[in-house]
C-alpha cells in the first residue's frame, strides 16, 4: 500500500516536472508531526527521483531558538555550574544526509557558508567568548543536542537506486520542539549545484497533549485550580475506596 | 510503554512513572508522608525538567496529602487548632517559595539549590532515622521511660495558645515560624515538608505524636495546593499528566503501605526507611562528585 503511494506520488512528481525543468524532485509521505499523548518520536521517509546523475545532500533543520547553556567546573571536590551563557539562534533540531561522506562532495569553504554539518553549524549570541573558548561551548551545545537526540550523531544515509531514485529517513526524538522544520536537498554533481529544492515539516502538539498545553499556558491560573481539584477528587476518591475496602 | 508529557516536552515510560506513584503510595499509606522527597530526586534523575518536576510533585502530593489526612481526620487524630496556625505560616512561606524557585532558576543556581538542599536533609534524616531506629529498640529492651517532650525557652514566647488536641500550652509563633520555613521548602523542592515537619513537631514543638502526621498532613495538603497553583501561574511548570500517573500508582501503593505497616514493626520500618532516604542521599551526592560525561548543559527559553 505505501509503495503504491510512493509510486503515484513519483508519477505526479514526474507529470509535474514536464512542466517545469526540474533536475531533482524529492516528497514527504507525510509532512507533519502530530505530539499526541502517545507521542514517542517518529521516523519519517524522505524520496525522490534524479534527472541527471549527481550527489544528494539532505539537510533538516529545526525551529532556531534562544537557549541558556551552563558549563560545569570543579570546586574544590563539587562540579557545579559556574559560568551560563545565553545563545541566539540554535537550531533546535539538526540533521544532515548525503550519498557521499560530505567532504567528498563538495569543498569546505561551501559547506562552511551553507551551515552544511554539524561542524559547520554557527550559533550567534554569547560574543563576549571568542575563538577557541567559543569552539568548546559549541561543541558543548552539539554534544548536549546529540545527547537527546535533536541533532543527529551519526551522518545519515541517502540511498540512490539506479542513479534515479532515492530514499532515505529522517528520526525525530520525543523532545523535538514546535514548529517548522525546513528540508533542504542539493543534487551536486563536480562540486556545482544542479539541483536544489525546499520543503517543509510542520510539528505541533495535537489531541490532549495541545489541550493540556494551551490551558496551561493561556489561562495558567484556572489550570493550577483545575490541578488541584483533580487531584483532590483523585485523593478523595482513594480515600473512600480503601475505607470500601476495610470495612 | 512511551507517553509524551506536554508540558515536561519529553516521553516517558509510563510503567515506571506508575512505579514511582506506587513507591511514594508505599510511603504515605506506611508514615502518612506524601512521598516527594523520594518522587521528585528521582523525576529530576529519569529526565524531567527540574522545574516541571517540582511543579508537577506539588500536584501529586495534593492527592495523596489528601487521600492520608482524610484517614487521620475521621478518626479524629487533627489537631485542627495547630493546623490552622501551620496553614497561615506554610501558606505564605510557600508563595514566597515559589518566587524563590523563579529568582533562582533566572540566575541559573536551580538544580544545585535543589540538589545541595536533598543531600543536606535526606542525609540528616537517613542518619538520624537510622539512629533513632536503634535506639528505640535498645530502649525497648531495656525497659525505659521516654520522657513525653523537653519545654524550650521559645515555648514561653508571647501569644501562648494552649493546644487540647497536641497537649500543648505554647506560644503560637514557633509552629508559625517552623511551618513557613517548610513551606519554602516545599516550593522549591517539590516536596510536601512532611519528612521534616514530622520530625520537627515531635523533638521540637513535642506534640502529642497521636496527632502528629495528622496535623502535618492538613500542614501539606494546604501548602501543596497554594504551591501548585502558584508553579501553575508562575513558571507554567504543572504537568497534570505526569501528576495523574503518579497519582494512579499511588492508588496501590497506598494500600500496599497500610497492609505493610501492620505487618512489620514500627522500628524496622523506620530503618528500612532510613536506609533509603540515607542511599538516595549518597546517590545525589555522587552526581556531584563524579566527573560528569557533559560538561555542558543546555536549558531552552521560552
Known amino acids: ?247 | 510503554m512511551e507517553i509524551y508529557l506536554p508540558i515536561a516536552e519529553t516521553s516517558q515510560n509510563l510503567f515506571f512513572l506508575l512505579t514511582i506513584g506506587f513507591l511514594a503510595g508505599i510511603l504515605s499509606g506506611m508514615f502518612g508522608v506524601g512521598g516527594g522527597f523520594l518522587t521528585t530526586p528521582i523525576l529530576i534523575v529519569s529526565g524531567i525538567p527540574p522545574a516541571v518536576a517540582v511543579g508537577s510533585e506539588a500536584n501529586h502530593i495534593v492527592g495523596s496529602s489528601l487521600t492520608g489526612f482524610l484517614t487521620y481526620f475521621r478518626r479524629k487524630f487533627v489537631d485542627l487548632r495547630m493546623g490552622s496556625i501551620m496553614i497561615s505560616g506554610g501558606g505564605v512561606g510557600s508563595v514566597l517559595g515559589v518566587y524563590i524557585f523563579k529568582y533562582l532558576s533566572t540566575i541559573g543556581r536551580l538544580e544545585e539549590v535543589i540538589a545541595f538542599a536533598y543531600i543536606l536533609f535526606l542525609g540528616i534524616l537517613g542518619i538520624y532515622m537510622l539512629f533513632e531506629s536503634l535506639k528505640t529498640k535498645k530502649n525497648k529492651a531495656l525497659g525505659n521511660l521516654i520522657k513525653l517532650h523537653d519545654h524550650g525557652w521559645f515555648h514561653g514566647l508571647p501569644f501562648r495558645i494552649k493546644f487540647r488536641r497536641s497537649k500543648l500550652y505554647i506560644s503560637v509563633i514557633p509552629p508559625f515560624l517552623i511551618s513557613f520555613f517548610i513551606g519554602i521548602l516545599a516550593s522549591i523542592l517539590g516536596v510536601g515538608g512532611g519528612f521534616i515537619l514530622v520530625p520537627a513537631m515531635i523533638y521540637i514543638l513535642g506534640m502529642s505524636t497521636q496527632v502528629v502526621i495528622g496535623t502535618s498532613l492538613m500542614q501539606v495538603l494546604f501548602v501543596s495546593i497554594v504551591s501548585t497553583i502558584m508553579h501553575a501561574h508562575v513558571n507554567q511548570t504543572v504537568d497534570v499528566i505526569l501528576s495523574s500517573f503518579l497519582l494512579f500508582g499511588g492508588v496501590f501503593g497506598v494500600q500496599a503501605g497500610a497492609f505493610i505497616v501492620q505487618k512489620i514493626s514500627g522500628e524496622i520500618i523506620r530503618l528500612l526507611l532510613g536506609i533509603l532516604i540515607f542511599s538516595l542521599c549518597i546517590f545525589l551526592l555522587s552526581k556531584l562528585l563524579i566527573d560528569p560525561n557533559l560538561l555542558y548543559t543546555i536549558e531552552f527559553i521560552r
Not at chain 1, 551553507?114 to 568548546?136: C, H, M, S, T, V
Not at chain 1, 537527546?148 to 531514485?165: F, Q, V
Open chain 1, 1 to 247: 500500500m505505501k509503495l503504491f503511494i510512493v509510486f503515484l506520488i513519483l508519477l505526479n512528481l514526474s507529470y509535474k516536472k514536464t512542466i517545469g525543468k526540474e533536475n531533482l524532485i524529492a516528497e514527504f509521505l507525510d509532512n507533519q508531526i502530530y505530539m499526541d499523548v502517545g507521542f514517542t518520536g517518529e521516523k519519517l521517509s524522505y524520496f525522490g527521483a534524479l534527472d541527471t546523475p549527481g550527489d544528494l545532500v539532505i539537510i533538516v533543520t529545526g525551529p532556531r531558538k534562544k537557549i541558556k547553556v551552563l558549563k560545569k567546573e570543579k570546586k574544590i571536590w563539587l562540579w557545579i555550574n559556574s559560568k551560563s551563557r545565553i545563545f541566539s539562534d540554535v537550531p533546535t533540531y539538526y540533521f544532515v544526509a548525503s550519498s557521499k561522506p560530505l567532504n567528498q562532495i563538495k569543498n569546505d569553504s561551501f559547506l562552511k557558508i551553507n551551515q552544511i554539518g554539524l561542524n559547520n553549524l554557527r550559533f550567534e549570541g554569547a560574543e563576549e567568548i571568542e575563538d577557541e573558548g567559543r569552539l568548546e561551548w559549541r561543541e558543548g551545545i552539539i554534544q548536549s543536542m546529540k545527547k537527546i537526540g535533536n541533532y543527529n550523531s551519526s551522518h545519515g544515509k541517502i540511498e540512490i537506486i539506479d542513479n534515479r531514485l532515492f530514499k532515505t529517513e529522517i528520526s525525530f526524538p520525543s523532545d523535538i520542539s514546535e514548529g517548522t522544520y525546513i528540508v533542504d536537498t542539493l543534487l551536486l554533481n563536480e562540486e556545482k549545484v544542479v539541483g536544489s529544492k525546499r520543503s517543509f515539516i510542520n510539528v505541533s502538539k495535537s489531541g490532549l497533549g495541545e489541550k493540556v498545553y494551551l490551558f496551561a499556558t493561556k489561562n495558567s491560573l484556572i489550570y493550577g485550580a483545575f490541578a488541584v481539584l483533580m487531584a483532590m477528587l483523585f485523593g478523595f476518591l482513594v480515600n473512600e475506596l480503601i475505607r470500601r475496602i476495610n470495612a
